[in-house]
């Protein structure tokens, strides 16, 4: 891997954890969820869900990561974490994540990290952001109701990188 610049959604998005339509209906619930799903595919150790769960909790209620337009970054780190992972979940009916035009939330991306690669966790939430602020890659995640699908989505905007 190059520089954290070179940082793409295929780095650090474990495919096997995407899930396509969260069961959770609030915010703790989706967080938990999203974390379990992480879990299940290999990416973190199963040890670790409780203490991720708590962090990224308590980073939630410093301030919300809905940060509008139906969409939220969650994130957090943990010094017993190898590597940078994340998953995309989706929710078709929406959650309140407490996001700050008090809009439901649809697309979520998960973010953990290691505590001793800050410029890879940033250069990751530059990616996800600036992806999130295009309409067109929001419309399209909201309608990509498949894992495949969402991957696939992931990987054509890694392959036509314009950031």
């Known amino acids: 891997m190059g520089s954290s610049k070179d940082v793409k959604f295929c780095d650090f998005v474990v495919k096997e954890a995407i899930i396509p339509e969260l069961e959770a209906r609030d915010r703790a619930g989706v967080i938990r969820e999203m974390i379990d799903s992480l879990a299940k595919a290999g990416a973190i150790e ?9 962090e990224v909790t308590k980073r939630e209620m410093k301030g919300t ?9 969650p994130h957090g780190k943990h010094p017993r974490l190898q590597k940078m992972v994340a998953v995309v979940g989706r929710s078709s009916s929406g959650v309140d994540f407490a996001a700050l035009d008090k809009q439901p939330v649809y697309s979520f991306f ?27 890659f929001r419309k399209f995640l909201r309608q990509s109701d498949t894992k495949q699908k969402i991957w696939e989505l992931l990987e054509e905007v890694d392959q036509s990188s314009r950031v």
């Open 46 to 54: 199963a040890d670790l869900v409780e203490d991720l769960c708590s």
């Open 110 to 136: 998960l973010l953990l990290s290691p505590v001793s690669d800050p410029e890879r966790h940033l250069a990751a939430m530059n990616v996800i952001f600036s992806n999130l602020q295009v309409d067109m």
């Open 65 to 73: 990561t809905g940060f509008g337009k139906g969409v939220a970054v």
